[in-house]
């Protein structure tokens, strides 16, 4: 390997060590919880770390998504169904 073959390699190493593969692809649906309220309104579910901004959400509902768009360091999606939470039927 020469060193400029070798330079790209540790650049494309660190690179993916910088934004790893993404656990969601676009146009798959996933159910995910809102836990947060971004600065613009968006729902905020996140998976396996990675932000998921979900418009005309709340924070508490469990909700069926469509990603539209992965960027980076996040990904958008567009609410498909609301769902609810299973209820605890056990009161104590």
């Known amino acids: 390997m020469t060193e400029e073959n070798s ?3 540790q650049e494309r190493d660190v690179a993916a060590r910088r934004f790893p593969p993404k ?3 676009v146009d798959e649906e996933y ?4 836990t947060e309220i971004s ?3 968006d729902g905020i579910a996140r998976m396996d770390g990675l932000v998921v901004f979900v418009p005309n959400t709340k924070i508490g509902e ?3 998504i469509r ?3 992965i ?13 609810e939470h ?3 039927t056990n009161p104590i």
């Open 86 to 88: 299973e209820k605890d």
């Open 62 to 64: 469990h909700v069926r």
């Open 67 to 69: 990603i539209t768009r």
């Open 71 to 83: 960027s980076r360091k996040f990904a958008e999606a567009e609410l498909v169904e609301k769902g």
């Open 23 to 25: 656990p969601v692809k």
């Open 31 to 34: 159910e995910v919880d809102v």
């Open 39 to 41: 600065q613009r309104g």
């Open 7 to 9: 330079g790209e390699k």
